[in-house]
């Protein structure tokens, strides 16, 4: 079975290249400013896999001290049990997303795809997990279709199995849920987002207004705002120096500059200059950040900036500087450390994710002490089912649960080993 190369997103075959053929330093055409790695092959089934975008490069910048020039990964032929997590979304008009749910039903028949991919007039949402040959072909195959072209895709480093318990493919009304619906939002006009910036802009933007915040009396600077755009169990495992717990627990009741109620205390963007300020908003891999500037610039903000890929793509490219802690993702992983961001790592979800003890941060949701595994559990009771974080101590003290209350529940799930995710109540329900 011949290579099929694999473009990252800053480099672009010469024309006269025959695609079979590996990129290699000589023969790769790059953008030296922005990202210093180069295509790499990966035998996979027959598709046309040419001129794929990924996030998931070995970017460096003008900020870096060295160049990496090592492949982001390889999957070998022989290797068929590698799965990896793949995730993308794009705003564009589509006229018929019944029949476009359709076609993506009919092209994944057979094929071991586990995950959300939602689809309406606004656009594509995606996150889902599969064996990379089957994970990648999809990508390739949505490519082909003029409107998905341009998809920035962000690809995991391989994992052991699904991230995802099945596949959840549909019409959904909203791509990104908040109150009120979002599909009065003008989404589709890019010029209503806020401007997306590098990984290496974003980095230098951080780091002055981080020094300016040391230096000021104040501590806090209200030329930038860094605006942390997700939930505040997230933030607490993980977060950009400088950036404000949110004080939500789910992104769907968030009201940054918008609540007619503003509190210094729990609003970031409390009395903020709307023509002058900076806003500088980051989130899992953007499209909070983009459906949420939305609401920000019809309320007048001027100057609104996103993070481009996402804290994935940051990781990936800049390494974790002015990050603290993990990365949550809403999947069975649930906390990555910023090593395993980068492409070429493998996770062991058998290691509990690790944070440096100079930046121990977290605290225990029963007895407030240091949390230095940065992953969530959810409540062993079914029915409360609470995701936070606990010391070793109160898991083995409350058998698993969030409060002593839930230790009495009906409906009571073992203390799960490691970190493993709970499974069906059928499961248990005998046992």
């Given at each position: 079975m011949p290579s099929i190369t694999l473009l990252t997103q800053t480099c672009l075959l010469e024309k006269n290249l025959n695609h079979l053929n590996p990129i290699t330093q000589k023969n790769c055409t790059k953008n030296p400013t922005t990202c210093s790695s180069f295509s790499f092959p990966i035998k996979v089934t027959s598709f046309n896999l040419t001129n794929i975008k990924l996030l998931s490069c070995n970017c460096t910048s003008a900020l870096s001290s060295s160049v990496t020039l090592k492949p982001n990964w390889v999957i070998e032929e022989n290797e068929r049990g590698v799965f990896v997590v793949v995730n993308f979304y794009q705003f564009v008009f589509i006229k018929d997303p019944e029949d476009e749910v359709s076609k993506h039903l009919e092209f994944l028949k057979g094929r071991d795809i586990h995950g959300r991919i939602y689809i309406n007039e606004q656009g594509i949402n995606a996150q889902y997990s599969g064996p990379s040959e089957d994970a990648i072909a999809y990508v390739s195959w949505l490519k082909e279709d003029e409107k998905f072209k341009d998809i920035l895709v962000q690809i995991s480093s391989p994992i052991l199995r699904h991230a995802f318990p099945r596949l959840q493919l549909r019409y959904k009304p909203s791509l990104v849920q908040l109150e009120g619906?979002?599909?009065?939002?003008?989404?589709?006009?890019?010029?209503?987002?806020?401007?997306?910036?590098?990984?290496?802009?974003?980095?230098?933007?951080?780091?002055?207004?981080?020094?300016?915040?040391?230096?000021?009396?104040?501590?806090?600077?209200?030329?930038?705002?860094?605006?942390?755009?997700?939930?505040?169990?997230?933030?607490?495992?993980?977060?950009?120096?400088?950036?404000?717990?949110?004080?939500?627990?789910?992104?769907?009741?968030?009201?940054?500059?918008?609540?007619?109620?503003?509190?210094?205390?729990?609003?970031?963007?409390?009395?903020?200059?709307?023509?002058?300020?900076?806003?500088?908003?980051?989130?899992?891999?953007?499209?909070?950040?983009?459906?949420?500037?939305?609401?920000?610039?019809?309320?007048?903000?001027?100057?609104?900036?996103?993070?481009?890929?996402?804290?994935?793509?940051?990781?990936?490219?800049?390494?974790?500087?002015?990050?603290?802690?993990?990365?949550?993702?809403?999947?069975?992983?649930?906390?990555?450390?910023?090593?395993?961001?980068?492409?070429?790592?493998?996770?062991?979800?058998?290691?509990?994710?690790?944070?440096?003890?100079?930046?121990?941060?977290?605290?225990?949701?029963?007895?407030?002490?240091?949390?230095?595994?940065?992953?969530?559990?959810?409540?062993?009771?079914?029915?409360?089912?609470?995701?936070?974080?606990?010391?070793?101590?109160?898991?083995?003290?409350?058998?698993?649960?969030?409060?002593?209350?839930?230790?009495?529940?009906n409906r009571l799930r073992p203390v799960l080993p490691g970190h493993e995710r709970y499974k069906k109540w059928h499961h248990y329900r005998d046992t």
């Open positions: 619906g979002v599909s009065h939002l003008p989404l589709v006009d890019s010029s209503m987002r806020a401007t997306p910036i590098t990984p290496a802009e974003w980095r230098q933007r951080v780091e002055a207004a981080n020094k300016i915040n040391v230096s000021s009396s104040s501590n806090i600077s209200r030329d930038a705002i860094l605006l942390d755009v997700r939930n505040g169990y997230e933030w607490d495992i993980g977060h950009f120096r400088g950036a404000q717990r949110p004080n939500v627990d789910c992104f769907r009741s968030t009201t940054f500059g918008i609540s007619e109620s503003e509190d210094m205390a729990t609003d970031p963007l409390a009395n903020v200059d709307k023509e002058n300020t900076e806003i500088l908003m980051y989130c899992t891999g953007g499209i909070r950040c983009d459906v949420y500037s939305t609401i920000l610039r019809q309320r007048g903000y001027k100057k609104l900036y996103t993070l481009r890929g996402g804290i994935s793509h940051y990781l990936e490219c800049e390494g974790p500087v002015e990050w603290i802690g993990n990365l949550f993702v809403f999947d069975s992983r649930l906390s990555l450390p910023p090593s395993s961001v980068k492409s070429d790592a493998t996770s062991d979800e058998n290691v509990p994710p690790k944070v440096d003890d100079k930046t121990v941060f977290a605290k225990c949701y029963i007895c407030g002490s240091e949390v230095s595994e940065l992953r969530h559990r959810n409540c062993a009771n079914l029915d409360c089912n609470l995701l936070f974080l606990c010391c070793s101590n109160c898991v083995d003290n409350l058998r698993g649960c969030c409060s002593s209350n839930c230790t009495t529940a």
